[in-house]
Nanobody, 120 residues
Framework: QVRLVESGGGLVQAGGSLRLSCAASGSTFSINVIGWYRQAPGKQRELVAAISSSGSTNYADSVKGRFTISNDNTKNVLYLQMNSLKPEDTAVYYC??????????????WGQGTQVTVSS
């Protein structure tokens, strides 16, 4: 089992920056892909950025060039550096990990979410 705890959300003005953190615990060695999703009011949850166990990254087009995903494997912490924030980035941001079990099942784990609000 993998457990995720996010932190770092808050209120920021447009053009500002925030860094989100996601602390992973449990069977972190079994994680295949870990990333960030977000959900704005009235909208579906969407992928923001993800990083695989091999280090390859994937970003939503709307955040390319502004957000950077990284992880510190020694601390089992995932980061999302968000620069040049826009009001449309306002959402609850969730950390997600896809991991495999000993029986080769692929499961998802979600954090509790952290609110990011960007004022205009």
């Amino acid at each position: 089992q993998v457990r995720l705890v996010e932190s770092g959300g808050g209120l920021v003005q447009a053009g500002g920056s925030l860094r989100l953190s996601c602390a992973a615990s449990g069977s972190t060695f079994s994680i295949n892909v870990i990333g960030w999703y977000r959900q704005a009011p009235g909208k579906q949850r969407e992928l923001v950025a993800a990083i695989s166990s091999s280090g390859s990254t994937n970003y939503a087009d709307s955040v390319k060039g502004r957000f950077t995903i990284s992880n510190d494997n020694t601390k089992n912490v995932l980061y999302l550096q968000m620069n040049s924030l826009k009001p449309e980035d306002t959402a609850v941001y969730y950390c997600n990990a896809q991991y495999h079990t000993i029986l080769a099942r692929i499961l998802d784990s979600w954090g509790q979410g952290t609110q990011v609000t960007v004022s205009s």
